[in-house]
T-cell receptor, first 111, second 117 residues
């Protein structure tokens, strides 16, 4: 069965520091992969997606993710954290028309 | 952009009663709506998919007689938790997809927290 694992339920970074949120998928066939962000009291928003084209995917708000088949990973990064990046981030995989979500990582940005 | 609302955002009910949660697409027509359930520190789990005017398709393990889904219009879907029990306490999230969207182009509501006492 398809599953997505997010390592670290909480990540704290200083403002201006690198953001790295980890996501690994388990599948012999690379699925479509996504990162969603959820700000407090709001719905999930699509941050970026990988659909088997370029392995480095750029999303909104300066975020990007790199698909690495050899590592079955799709980690989310941002060079410099901003206070407004504080939110919950979900990695997800699409298989058989269903979205399978990770458990989420809460990002805290320290001023 | 596309906005999806849910009402109520938080509800407490007594065991044995029924609760209805509404999901509305505010500025687009949603041909398909999805209902998810999220337990604390766990993933969002898809409960059911509903297409406007059709019966909902439930995921394995989800009781369709307990979680009644109605998608009677292109902007409204409802989830009714019937004869609620404490184990039904959870965070329920809906999402909606427009007429031409890919499966992953879902717009999510902010969620409804249900507490059954």
């Amino acid at each position: 069965a398809q599953s997505v694992t997010q390592l670290g339920s909480h990540v704290s970074v200083s403002e201006g520091a690198l953001v790295l949120l980890r996501c690994n998928y388990s599948s012999s066939v690379p699925p479509y992969l996504f990162w969603y962000v959820q700000y407090p009291n709001q719905g999930l928003q699509l941050l970026l997606k990988y659909t088997s084209a370029a392995t480095l995917v750029k999303g909104i708000n300066g975020f990007e993710a790199e698909f690495k088949k050899s590592e079955t990973s799709f980690h989310l990064t941002k060079p410099s954290a901003h206070m407004s990046d504080a939110a919950e981030y979900f990695c997800a995989a699409l298989r058989a028309n269903n979205l399978f979500f990770g458990t989420g990582t809460r990002l805290t940005v320290i001023p | 952009g596309a906005v999806v609302s849910q009402h109520p955002s938080w509800v407490i009910c007594k065991s044995g009663t029924s609760v209805k949660i509404e999901c509305r697409s505010l500025d687009f027509q949603a041909t398909t709506m999805f209902w998810y359930r999220q337990f604390p520190k766990q993933s969002l789990m898809l409960m059911a998919t509903s297409n406007e005017g059709s019966k909902a398709t439930y995921e394995q393990g989800v009781e369709k007689d307990k979680f009644l889904i109605n998608h009677a219009s292109l902007t409204l879907s409802t989830l009714t938790v019937t004869s609620a029990h404490p184990e039904d306490s959870s965070f329920y999230i809906c999402s909606a997809r427009g007429t031409s969207g890919e499966i992953y182009e879902q717009y999510f509501g902010p969620g409804t927290r249900l507490t059954v006492t």
